[in-house]
C-alpha cells in the first residue's frame, strides 16, 4: 500500500478529532473560561510563572513532549505489523492521550498550577500524594537517565556515523541552538525585540549549524576524545545548569526554534512521503515476531508518547501551565499538542515501514534486534524519505538524528525541572525546609538521573558490568503509561467533584491501568524466571505503589468526600 494514502487519512482523522471532539471537551467537560486569569498571570515571578504567546508554549509543550519516545516506539512496535500500530497510534492519541493532556492541563490551571500529585491530594488524600510523587519521582529518573545514556551514545565518536548509531555531527548544531536561544530570549524579554523579527534569523542559523556540523563534527575537546561517559558527565552539567536558569531564559526560547526543527523535518517526511512514492514493505499483521512478547498488552506499552504519555501530565502540570496567557489556549496546547505527537509518530511509523523498503526484513529479524537497533532504524528510513525532495542522503540522516538529539535534550531540561518540582512537593509534604528549596532540589534531581545514567551492575548471563538505566529502559514503558493511568484517575475524581462528566477520563484510565498492570506482571514473571532480581524488584515496585495509589483513590470515590481545598472557580 502507497504511504501517502495512509498518511492522508490518519491527517484527516486528526483534524477531526480536534474539530469535534476536542472543542466538544472544552465545551462540556473541561469548560475553559478567558474571564479568569491564569496561574501564569496571578503567581507571575519571571522566573518559573511567565506567561508567554501561544506560539511559545504550544513549541514549548510539543518540544518537551515529543523526545524519543514517539520516534523509538513506533520504531520497534513495527516489528508487530504496521496495521494494529496504526490502530493504536491514531485511536489512543485521540481518545486516551489528547483526553489525558488537556484533563491535566486544565486541572492545574484552575488549581494555581498545582501538580497533578499535588491535587490527588484533595481528591484521594496525602498519603495518595505522596505516592504519586514518589512514582513521578521514579518514572521521570529512570526516563531521563537513560535519555542521557542515548544521547551520550549518539553523540560520542564511533564507527558508521549515522548509520551505526553515532552522530557526532550533531554536537555542533545542537551546542548552537542552546546559544541562539539564549539570545532570543534575552532580545525578547529584555530589549522586546519582535519575535517575528527574530524566528526566522535564529531559524536560518540554526539549519546552517546543520550543515557545519556535517562538515566539522565535534569528537574531541582541547584534544581529549570526547567518550559516551565523558558525554554523560557533560550532559548532566548542563542539565544542572539549564534547570537553575529561569524558563525566559533558555527553556522557553529554545524549545520554541526546537520545535520549528521539528515541524521542518516533518515537513520534509510529509513532502517526501507525497513525492517519494513510498510502497510499504512491513507486514501488516505479525502475530509471533521471533522473540517477541504477546502483541496484548506489550504494542500498547512500546507505543508509549506516540499515543498516551504520563510524563506529559507532569509537563502540561508542571512548567506549561506556567506559561499559558489564556484559558483557551488549553485546547491547542494540551489536546492539539497530543494529536501533533501522534502525526509525528504516524511519520516515525511509516519512516520504517516503507522507508526501509526491501532492507526492512533485514533489519527486523527478531525482537532483540528490533529493539537495539530502533534508533538507527528510524534515522536510517527517515532520511531515505526526506531525501526523495532533493536532499543528499547523508545530510538528511544527519538533520534527523539532529531534530532526534534536540528533542531528548529539551525533554531532559523539562524532565529535571519536574523532578525538582516533585521533591519540592515533597518537602512541603514532609516539611522538610532544606527538600523545599530550589537549589538543592535541583541537585538532588540532577543527582537522581545520573544514579541511572552512571550505575552499573553485573549481567546475569554474562557477568559483564552494563547500565542499568539501559536495563531498565524497557520499564519505562510500563512506569510511563501506568503514570497516565493514575493521572486520568486523578483528573477523573476532580470532574467528579465539579459534577462533570468523567467516562471520558475514567474509561481510557481503565484501559490503561488494565494493559500496563498486564505488563508489568508479564515482565515480573520473565525476570523471575531470568534470575534478574534488579528489574524483578523495580517491576514489584511500581506495581505496588500503582496498586496502591488505585486504592487510596478508590475509598475517595466510595466515600464521596469533598476535596478540602480545591478551587473550583
Same mark, same amino acid.
Given at each position: 500500500?502507497? !504511504? ?46 511567565? $506567561? ?17 519516545? &514517539?520516534?523509538?516506539? &513506533? ?8 496495521? &494494529?500500530?496504526? #490502530? ?43 505516592? /504519586? ?13 537513560? /535519555? ?19 552522530? &557526532? ?17 534575552? #532580545? /525578547? ?59 525566559? @531564559? ?32 512491513? $507486514? ?7 522473540? !517477541? ?6 504494542? /500498547? ?90 536532499? $543528499? ?41 532544606? @527538600? ?45 503509561? @501506568? ?23 475514567? +474509561? ?33 515496585? =511500581?506495581?505496588?505503589? !500503582?496498586?496502591? +495509589?488505585?486504592?487510596?483513590?478508590? =475509598? ?14
Amino acid at each position: 500500500m502507497n !504511504a501517502l494514502f495512509i498518511l492522508a487519512g490518519v491527517a484527516a482523522l486528526l483534524l477531526l478529532a480536534y474539530r469535534w471532539y476536542g472543542r466538544w471537551l472544552t465545551r462540556r467537560v473541561f469548560i475553559v473560561d478567558d474571564s479568569e486569569p491564569t496561574p501564569a498571570h496571578t503567581m507571575r515571578d519571571g522566573r518559573d510563572f511567565v $506567561p508567554a504567546p501561544p506560539l511559545v508554549v504550544f513549541g514549548h509543550h510539543f518540544a518537551s513532549i515529543a523526545g524519543l519516545g &514517539p520516534l523509538l516506539g &513506533p520504531a520497534i512496535a513495527v516489528i508487530w505489523g504496521w496495521v &494494529p500500530a496504526l #490502530l493504536w497510534i491514531v485511536l489512543g492519541s485521540i481518545f486516551v492521550g489528547a483526553v489525558h493532556d488537556l484533563g491535566c492541563l486544565y486541572s492545574s490551571m484552575r488549581n494555581r498550577a498545582r501538580s497533578v500529585a499535588d491535587l490527588a491530594y484533595d481528591v484521594a488524600g496525602a498519603r495518595a500524594r505522596v505516592l /504519586f510523587l514518589l512514582f513521578g519521582v521514579f518514572a521521570i529518573a529512570l526516563a531521563m537517565g537513560v /535519555f542521557v545514556i542515548n544521547i551520550a551514545n549518539l553523540f560520542a565518536p564511533g564507527a558508521g556515523g549515522a548509520e551505526g548509531g553515532h552522530v &557526532p555531527e550533531a554536537v555542533l548544531p545542537s551546542v548552537a541552538l542552546i546559544g541562539l536561544a539564549l539570545l532570543v530570549g534575552v #532580545l /525578547f524579554y529584555r530589549y522586546r525585540v519582535s519575535l517575528t523579527k527574530l524566528t526566522l534569523p535564529a531559524l536560518l542559523l540554526s539549519l546552517g549549524f546543520v550543515w557545519l556540523g556535517v562538515q566539522y563534527p565535534i569528537t574531541q575537546l582541547l584534544g581529549v576524545p570526547l567518550t559516551a561517559t565523558m558525554w554523560t558527565y557533560l550532559l548532566l552539567s548542563y542539565t544542572l545548569v539549564a534547570t537553575l536558569l529561569p524558563v525566559w @531564559l533558555l527553556l522557553q526560547p529554545r524549545d520554541y526554534l526546537n520545535s520549528f526543527q521539528l515541524f521542518i523535518g516533518m515537513g520534509l517526511l510529509l513532502l517526501g512521503t507525497v513525492v517519494g512514492g513510498f510502497t510499504i514493505t512491513a $507486514p501488516a499483521v505479525n502475530w509471533n515476531p521471533q522473540g !517477541a512478547p504477546p502483541m496484548f498488552p506489550l504494542l /500498547f506499552i512500546t507505543i508509549a508518547c506516540g499515543a498516551v504519555s504520563g510524563f506529559h501530565s507532569l509537563v502540561a502540570s508542571g512548567t506549561t501551565v506556567r506559561q499559558l496567557d489564556k484559558p483557551r489556549h488549553a485546547l491547542p496546547v494540551g489536546y492539539g499538542g497530543m494529536l501533533t505527537e501522534g502525526l509525528l509518530a504516524t511519520l516515525a511509523l511509516l519512516a520504517v515501514a516503507a522507508g526501509l523498503g526491501a532492507e526492512w526484513s533485514a533489519r527486523y529479524p527478531n525482537w532483540l534486534t528490533a529493539g537495539k537497533s530502533a534508533l538507527t532504524n528510524f534515522v536510517h528510513g527517515a532520511g531515505t524519505v526526506v531525501s526523495a525532495v532533493g536532499v $543528499p542522503v547523508d545530510i538528511a540522516k544527519v538533520f534527523v538524528a539532529t531534530v532526534a538529539v534536540g528533542f531528548a535534550l529539551t525533554t531532559l531540561d523539562t524532565g529535571a525541572r519536574l523532578i525538582r518540582y516533585n521533591l519540592q512537593e515533597l518537602g512541603r509534604a514532609w516539611r522538610l525546609a532544606l @527538600l523545599e528549596n530550589a537549589s538543592f532540589a535541583t541537585l538532588l534531581a540532577v543527582g537522581l538521573i545520573g544514579f541511572f545514567a552512571l550505575l552499573k551492575a553485573p549481567d546475569p548471563l554474562t557477568g559483564e558490568l552494563k547500565s542499568v538505566g539501559a536495563l531498565l529502559w524497557q520499564l519505562f514503558g510500563a512506569s510511563n503509561q @501506568l503514570l497516565a493511568a493514575l493521572a486520568l484517575l486523578v483528573v477523573s475524581l476532580y470532574l467528579r467533584s465539579l459534577g462533570r462528566p468523567t467516562l471520558v477520563t475514567l +474509561l481510557p484510565m481503565g484501559f490503561m491501568l488494565i494493559a500496563t498492570l498486564s505488563a508489568l506482571t508479564i515482565g515480573m514473571r520473565n525476570f523471575w524466571a531470568q534470575g534478574n532480581w534488579l528489574l524483578f524488584g523495580f517491576s514489584g515496585l =511500581i506495581f505496588a505503589l !500503582a496498586v496502591w +495509589l488505585v486504592g487510596e483513590a478508590l =475509598i475517595a470515590w466510595r466515600r464521596e468526600r469533598a476535596p478540602r481545598e480545591l478551587v473550583t472557580r
